[in-house]
């Protein structure tokens, strides 16, 4: 079984300043990560993942996140965020046999503000 | 492609009442995955369906049952509705050949129990 907490429930900052969300799992498994993004209103969206190989993944609209085994972390950073940034972020773990299901953190509310 | 869909988009019952909700996933995917996502527990793993099968399943009472046509088409039900489960309920849909594929999300439907 997985379980992933996400630490902060809501992060207010700045338009233009850096911001990570942080995310840490735990699974007696090897596992893949994820992040999703939910804007009012709609479902998840796919930020990026993790599933082997480098451990820094990054998705189109600049955010990076980096997978720590060591730490078991999965910190999502933007090193300038935008207004439209402001959502819902969704650290999720599954794990890499079988056909597991996501277990996903309760989210963190990005508030961007001018 | 498309996107998955879910309707209705909304929806409001009464108690005792009972629910079905369809999901249409991404032309070509064969897994069809449900969440429900409140904001006291977040997103909880109902079920997912394969080819017609059911291949996980969540902690949820029977009163939360599914199916999947062979069209990969998918539906939901719930009978006997109470007042918790007012939430929103998401599909996701992957092709799950290998077990790594992504979930893609719906819009999802807002239920509504008074």
């Known amino acids: 079984a997985q379980s992933v907490t996400q630490l902060d429930s809501q992060v207010p900052v700045f338009e233009e300043a850096p911001v990570e969300l942080r995310c840490n799992y735990s699974s007696s498994v090897s596992v893949y990560l994820f992040w999703y993004v939910q804007y009012p209103n709609q479902g998840l969206q796919l930020l990026l993942k993790y599933l082997s190989g480098s451990t820094l993944v990054e998705s189109i609209n600049g955010f990076e996140a980096e997978f720590n085994k060591s730490q078991t972390s999965f910190h999502l950073r933007k090193p300038s965020v935008h207004i439209s940034d402001t959502a819902e972020y969704f650290c999720a773990v599954s794990g890499n046999s079988g056909y597991s299901t996501l277990t996903f953190g309760k989210g963190t509310m990005l508030l961007v503000s001018p | 492609k498309a996107g998955v869909t879910q309707t209705p988009r909304y929806l409001i019952k009464t108690r005792g009442q009972q629910v079905t909700l369809s999901c249409s996933p991404i032309s070509g995917h064969r897994s069809v995955s449900w969440y429900q996502q409140t904001p006291g527990q977040g997103l909880q793993f109902l079920f997912e369906?394969?080819?017609?099968?059911?291949?996980n399943k969540g902690n949820f009472p029977g009163r939360f049952s599914g199916r999947q046509f062979s069209n990969s088409r998918s539906e939901m039900n719930v009978s006997t509705l109470e007042l918790g489960d007012s939430a929103l309920y998401l599909c996701?849909?992957?092709?799950?050949?290998?077990?790594?594929?992504?979930?893609?999300f719906g819009p999802g439907t807002r239920l509504t129990v008074l």
């Open positions: 369906y394969f080819s017609e099968t059911q291949r």
């Open positions: 996701a849909s992957s092709s799950r050949e290998t077990g790594t594929d992504t979930q893609y």
